[in-house]
């Protein structure tokens, strides 16, 4: 893509405003550190445009709070009061069960994962956010938690220009054959290699 022109203009009956303005459906995949960081810098972006912004965040603990929370939160304080840049939801989706179990059946937090896709799947259909981050999704579409068919359908006939950007290792193939970006961070170091766990500022 050089000087960002597309390499091929196809022959779709499209002007080019309206293939630039197409909502895209975006997947943040591999073993490599900064998938979320990504789609959370796009947040940032998408807010100083203007756009609502719903953050579904899936498997890290519901004990977490991540500094970019912090900051997409205080982005929609500085919304409501000044007008500036556009709304931001927070929403912490199923159990928040990965890094530490809270109590509760492998059923429960299945049941707790597919209830947060249900609402996912509702907002979408009221065309509720411009922006939806669905951060480590690829995870309860790997356990079987939700139906990875019936994800893929959804998010291929949503309504409207909703953009849509999922994160988690592992992506399966359905989803990134659907999706129009897909992005590998590929690990070529990391501190953990050498017994260096994660610190504040760079993880959180």
């Known amino acids: 893509m050089p000087k960002g022109q597309p390499l091929v203009v196809p022959d779709d009956g499209l002007t080019t405003r309206q ?16 998938k979320s960081t990504a789609a959370f810098g796009l947040g940032m972006r998408a807010w100083n445009q203007g756009w609502r912004i719903g953050v579904f965040q899936f498997v890290k603990s519901a004990k977490w709070r991540v500094g970019e929370q912090s900051v997409l939160e205080t982005l929609d304080e500085v919304h409501r009061t000044t007008g500036q840049g556009g709304p931001v939801e927070w929403h912490k989706m199923g159990s928040g069960w990965s890094w530490s179990r809270k109590q509760g059946s492998e059923d429960d937090h299945a049941a707790a994962a597919a209830e947060g896709w249900a609402e996912i799947s509702r907002r979408l259909a009221r065309e ?77």
Do not use: C, S
């Open 19 to 34: 293939r630039r303005n197409r909502p895209l459906l975006m997947v943040h995949t591999g073993p490599g550190k900064g």
């Open 128 to 204: 509720e956010h411009d922006l939806y981050i669905l951060d480590e999704f690829t995870y309860p579409m790997k356990w079987g938690w939700v139906d990875v068919d019936e994800v893929v359908a959804t998010l291929r006939d949503r309504p409207g220009r909703q953009h849509v950007v999922i994160t988690g290792r592992d992506a399966d193939p359905r989803l990134i054959e659907a999706a129009d970006l897909v992005t590998e961070m590929t690990k070529i170091k990391h501190p953990m290699d050498v017994g260096q766990k994660g610190q504040r500022g760079i993880e959180w």
